[in-house]
C-alpha cells in the first residue's frame, strides 16, 4: 500500500464517515455540559474567590455560549455544507479545548487536552485529517502563548519543550494507529473478497452439480433432492402432480441423424418445457430422453392442460435438422395421493407414460384416461 491510499478521503466509508462527525459533534456538547457543571459545582462547594458577577458572566455563561455557538456553527455547516465537515468538525473542537484551557489553566495537565483531538481524527483513519488536526493545535497553542496573559503565566520553561513535543508525538502514535488500521482494513477487504470468489465459485460449481450441462434444467441428483421436498409438503396437505415425458422415436433421430441433431432435440425439447410451465414447476433432465416435471399450486386439470400444451407445442414445431420434420413427446401424469410412496408414485407414473407409448405416442396419459389398448390404465 502507497502513503496516498492513507491520505484520499474516497477511500474512506462516507456513510462511516458522517456517522461518526454526528457522533463527535453530540460528545463536544456533552463537554460543554460537564464543564458547565463542574465549574458551577466548584464555585459552589469549592473555594472559589471571584465574585458572582464575574463568575457567572466570564467563566460560566459567556464560555458555554462562545462554546455552544461553535459546536453549532459546525452542526450547521455538516448539514448545509457537507464537504466542509471535517474542518467545522476539529476546528470547533479545538477552540472547545481552548476554551477549557483558558478557563483552567491552574490544572496543571489540562494542556494535554490538546491530544484528544488528534487521537479523535485518528478514527476516520485519514492522515490529511490528522495532520490537518495536529496544526490547529499547534495554532491554538501560539494563540494561547501569545494572546492570553493567564496561560502564559502559568507555563515554565519546560512546559514550552513539552507542549509542542506532546502534540507530535501524538501526531505520530495517531499516524500509526492510522497506517496499522488501514493495512487491517485492506487485508479484511481482501480476505473477504477473496471468500466472495469462492463463494459465487462454490455456487458456480454447486449449480453445476445440480444442473444438465446440455439442456439446462436441474439433473437426475436434483429431481431427487425436490422430490423428496415435495413429498414431505404433500404430507402437509399440499397437492403436486407429477409427470414423466419421453421423446418418442429418440433412437432412430440418433442413428439417422447424428448425436448431434439428438443433443439438439434434447435442448428444443427442454426449452419447451420451460416455456410453457410456470417458475414455481421443476423441470429435470431425468436421463436419456426422459424428463421429470414436478407441477405445484394447480388443480390436475390445469396440470393435464399444462402438459398437453407442452405435447401439442412440440408436436407442432418443425426441425430443419430432421428435413422439416415433427418430433413428439409421451407424457404420464399423476397427482400425488397422501399416503403414496415415493417409489409407488414415480412407478405409477412411469407405467402411465409408457402406456402413451405402446398406445401410439404423442399423448399425454392419466389414471382417469383410456388408451387404444382398449383398457383403463392403473
Not at 200 to 213: F, G, M, Q, R, Y
Not at 215 to 230: C, D, P, Q, V, W
Request: overall charge negative.
Amino acid at each position: 500500500m502507497r502513503i496516498k491510499d492513507f491520505v484520499n478521503a474516497s477511500d474512506a466509508s462516507i456513510h462511516r464517515q458522517t456517522k461518526w462527525i454526528k457522533r463527535f459533534l453530540e460528545t463536544y456538547w456533552v463537554v460543554i455540559a460537564l464543564h458547565f457543571a463542574a465549574q458551577l459545582y466548584a464555585y459552589l462547594f469549592l473555594p472559589y474567590e471571584i465574585e458572582a458577577g464575574i463568575f457567572y458572566y466570564k467563566v460560566l455563561l459567556g464560555p458555554t455560549v462562545l462554546m455552544g455557538g461553535s459546536v453549532a456553527a459546525a452542526q450547521l455547516i455538516d448539514r448545509y455544507a457537507g464537504r466542509y465537515s471535517f474542518i467545522s468538525l476539529f476546528a470547533a473542537g479545538t477552540f472547545v479545548s481552548m476554551v477549557i484551557i483558558h478557563l483552567n489553566m491552574d490544572i496543571r495537565i489540562i494542556g494535554a487536552i490538546m491530544l484528544l483531538p488528534i487521537m479523535a481524527s485518528a478514527i476516520f483513519f485519514r492522515l490529511d485529517l490528522t495532520m490537518y488536526t495536529a496544526v490547529l493545535q499547534i495554532a491554538a497553542f501560539c494563540i494561547l502563548y501569545n494572546w492570553d496573559y493567564r496561560f502564559k503565566a502559568f507555563l515554565n520553561p519546560f512546559d514550552l519543550i513539552s507542549i509542542p513535543i506532546f502534540i507530535l508525538v501524538g501526531t505520530l502514535v495517531a499516524g500509526i494507529i492510522i497506517v496499522n488500521g488501514r493495512e487491517l482494513l485492506y487485508d479484511l477487504e481482501t480476505t473477504m473478497s477473496a471468500k466472495q470468489n469462492l463463494m459465487v465459485e462454490n455456487a458456480a460449481i454447486l449449480k453445476i452439480s445440480k444442473t444438465d450441462a446440455l439442456t439446462g434444467l436441474f439433473n437426475h441428483m436434483s429431481f431427487h433432492e425436490f422430490y423428496e421436498k415435495a413429498l414431505e409438503y404433500g404430507e402437509l396437505g399440499v397437492p403436486f402432480h407429477l409427470a414423466l415425458l419421453d421423446i418418442d422415436n429418440f433412437k432412430a433421430i440418433n442413428d439417422k441423424f447424428g448425436h448431434r441433431t439428438g443433443d439438439l432435440i434434447l435442448s428444443r425439447v427442454a426449452c419447451t418445457i420451460q416455456e410453457n410451465i410456470p417458475p414455481t414447476d421443476i423441470a429435470t433432465r431425468y436421463g436419456g430422453e426422459e424428463f421429470a416435471i414436478l407441477l405445484f399450486e394447480q388443480t390436475f386439470e390445469e396440470a393435464l392442460s399444462l402438459m398437453e400444451q407442452v405435447r401439442t407445442a412440440f408436436a407442432e414445431t418443425r426441425h430443419a435438422e430432421l428435413g422439416g420434420l415433427a418430433v413428439t413427446v409421451s407424457i404420464g401424469l399423476k397427482s400425488y395421493e397422501k399416503g403414496t410412496t415415493k417409489e409407488r408414485l414415480f412407478e405409477d407414473t412411469d407405467a402411465l407414460l409408457y402406456a402413451a407409448k405402446r398406445s401410439g405416442k404423442n399423448k399425454v396419459v392419466t389414471p382417469l384416461q383410456t388408451v387404444d389398448e382398449g383398457s383403463a390404465v392403473l
